[in-house]
């Protein structure tokens, strides 16, 4: 059965640094996520992308992230200058048709920030 | 942020019986209702939906229901199987967009 991968799966880095999560959606997926879930918290969405642009954002999703899909397989999330409080697990999303709701996520990158 | 909740944060239930785990949500707008399943150290895996046009949907085990006037859902498992033990999330969106907004998790155990 086909599933999106994510790598790394865990990542240690020092406050200030830059980070890129890398994931690889589903072969025939159209439209791509990133969500996080800090720990105990809630799961929640950072952004959405199709057409090789950003369709929806949330508030969390600020200068600091950004998103790119530099080739035809593979969507990454940086954070240019990572804070204490972007530690979460960050799960990547794919979905064949937006409205749906019907996403398939990876198993998540837990990003730890010292 | 509580548009969607989920009250119980766990729920203990014999295997064979009937498993019912419960969402509520404020957002009048959202228009499509998920639950998802978790198992550690996996991402969220669909596993059923239903529209703001209908007041239930099922599958298999796994029915959903949905009460517009109250904005309640529930998901029921019947019969319950140890190996539906995971923390389920109640999900919603709007607006034809894929958004998610998830509630907080309920963690199911199944005891055989």
């Known amino acids: 059965e086909p599933e999106v991968t994510q790598t790394p799966s865990h990542q240690v880095t020092q406050m200030g640094q830059e980070v890129i999560l890398r994931c690889v959606p589903i072969?025939?997926?159209?439209?791509f996520y990133w969500y996080r879930q800090i720990l105990g918290q809630k799961v929640e969405f950072l952004v959405s992308?199709?057409?090789?642009?950003?369709?929806?954002k949330s508030e969390i999703f600020d200068d600091q992230f950004s998103v790119e899909r530099p080739d035809g397989s593979n969507f990454t999330l940086k954070i240019r200058s990572t804070k204490l409080e972007d530690s979460a697990m960050y799960f990547c999303?794919?979905?064949?048709?937006?409205?749906?709701?019907?996403?398939?996520f990876g198993e998540g990158s837990r990003l730890t920030v010292l | 942020d509580q548009q969607v909740k989920q009250n119980s944060p766990s729920l203990s239930v014999q295997e064979g019986r009937i498993s019912i785990l419960n969402c509520d949500y404020t957002?009048?707008?959202?228009?499509?209702f998920l639950w998802y399943k978790k198992y550690p150290a996996e991402g969220p895996t669909f596993l059923i939906s239903?529209?703001?046009?209908?007041d239930k949907n099922e599958d298999g085990r796994f029915t959903v229901f949905l009460n517009k006037s109250a904005k309640h859902l529930s998901l029921h498992i019947v019969p319950s199987q140890p190996g539906d033990s995971a923390v389920y999330f109640c999900?919603?969106?709007?607006?034809?967009?894929?958004?998610?907004?998830f509630g907080g998790g309920t963690r199911l155990m199944v005891k055989p």
């Open positions: 072969s025939n997926h159209l439209y």
């Open positions: 999303a794919s979905s064949r048709a937006r409205g749906t709701g019907e996403l398939f």
């Open positions: 999900a919603a969106h709007n607006n034809a967009g894929n958004m998610l907004t």
């Open positions: 992308f199709y057409n090789n642009e950003i369709s929806e």
């Open positions: 239903i529209s703001s046009i209908k």
């Open positions: 957002n009048s707008m959202f228009d499509y």
